[in-house]
């Protein structure tokens, strides 16, 4: 079986159909970028791909799932106002952005992962490894966090504040260094 549309937006559209949707949220985040959907992707709640404004088939499967919890991810640059907008119409959202990446990855790990024992980590700027490693840390019960050499601020503040104690890092060191690893989990 295909599942396909016209576009990102409407494949997208037809993987959540097929899915069902047995999740109590539904997440809304940019089709245009990667970052915020793949810290998302270990949470296993259904996210919905947006891009400037919300297409006529959209809203209609917002409209058929409105019992649900709704949550932008992203700042209204990822997500646009107009969107958020369109959302209120049927739904009130919740929108979990930071001032980067860094930032909004950890608010999304700490909405959906309490007190986690493990984190998984991943490069932020690139997405092959976070791809990959967004279902390890699914099935880890683990939350994936963003990070980068010189951006890992957000990191260790999560770490701090959520009592994880251990981490799994996806890829090699020229992405994330064990540097930048004992840095995050010392801090």
């Known amino acids: 079986e295909r599942l396909a549309g016209n576009n990102r937006y409407l494949t997208n559209l037809e993987i959540l159909i097929a899915a069902g949707m047995d999740s109590d949220a539904l997440l809304v985040a940019t089709g245009n970028n990667f970052a915020d959907s793949l810290s998302a992707s270990a949470s296993g709640k259904a996210i919905l791909l947006v891009k400037d404004a919300l297409t006529d088939a959209q809203a209609a499967f917002i409209k058929e ?6 949550y932008i991810l992203g700042g ?19 929108r979990l952005a930071g001032g980067n990446r ?19 980590f991943a490069y932020s700027k690139n997405f092959p490894d976070g791809l990959c490693a967004g279902p390890l840390a699914y099935i880890m019960k683990a939350p994936l966090i963003l990070t980068a050499p010189g951006s890992t601020a957000q990191a260790e503040a999560y770490i701090r504040s959520s009592g994880s104690e251990l981490g799994v890092v996806c890829g090699g060191t020229g992405l994330i260094s064990d540097k930048d690893m004992l840095k995050i989990y010392t801090n």
Do not use: C, G, W
Not at 65 to 70: G, I, M
Not at 76 to 94: F, G
């Open 65 to 70: 799932n409105s019992d649900n919890r709704f």
């Open 102 to 120: 860094h930032e909004t990855s950890t608010m999304i790990a700490s909405e959906f992962f309490s007190e986690p024992e493990i984190a998984v």
């Open 76 to 94: 209204t640059a990822a997500v646009t106002s107009a969107v958020e907008k369109q959302l209120k119409q049927y739904v009130k959202p919740t």
